[in-house]
């Protein structure tokens, strides 16, 4: 598949304790305004979420953000994007970033990022999607993470093809690179025979 035209970007509202966390998350948005990739995230103006869409508009790209309307009134929602989605709840905002990306990827964060990647990689092995989900593991973060994938096939609980559909890298040109060249494909989900009754 060619590039995404529209990523999905998960990442922290916080900015982490080094700063290589928001030197990359500057570096990935910067190039997602030079290939001409709009951003889709969560609207915020803090943390690596802030970051990211600052370097995308800083370079001319386009951002739109989807945010709950209990975090505007919180006042952390971006005032300069290029679009404002505002739903009512975090369900919605989820959905409505799904339906306005073709890829996914996440950045460090926390635990509101894990939620949101992996609802993206349950719908893809369940056949909902065929788009691209990758993770930029910036100092290392993400490795007990794919430990514990690797240890989710080794148990029988993920195929091995859906693990390696999954791309983990702490370079971003081999991430938009891996993205170019990405084959979506729908592998069914292991269900043992053993414990369907007959």
């Known amino acids: ?40 995230y969560g609207g915020g103006k803090v943390g690596l979420m802030g970051t990211v869409a600052d370097a995308v508009m800083a370079g001319g790209g386009k951002v739109v953000g989807v945010i709950p309307r209990q975090l505007v009134e919180r006042e952390v929602a971006h005032p300069g994007l290029t679009e404002m989605h505002v739903v009512e709840t975090m369900h919605q ?26 609802e993206m990689l349950t719908w893809a092995q369940l056949g909902l999607h065929t788009y691209p989900c990758g993770f930029l593991d910036v100092r290392s973060y993400y490795a007990p993470l794919r430990t514990m ?12 093809e859906q693990r390696e559909s999954v791309w ?31």
């Not at 959905?95 to 635990?111: H, I, W």
């Open 93 to 118: 905002r989820k959905t409505r970033m799904y339906e306005l990306s073709d890829a996914f990827v996440a950045l460090p964060g926390g635990f509101g990022t894990m939620d949101e990647m992996f």
């Open 1 to 40: 598949m060619p590039l995404p035209t529209s990523l999905c970007v998960y990442c922290g509202s916080s900015s982490g304790k080094h700063p290589e966390y928001v030197e990359q998350a500057r570096v990935f948005g910067t190039e997602m305004a030079r290939r001409g990739i709009a951003l889709i």
């Open 168 to 198: 983990f890298g702490d370079s971003t040109e081999q991430l938009f690179d891996w993205m170019a060249h990405y084959q979506g494909s729908y592998t069914p989900k292991w269900i043992d025979s053993s414990s369907v009754e007959a």
């Open 149 to 160: 994938m690797d240890h989710m096939v080794n148990e029988g609980f993920v195929r091995p």
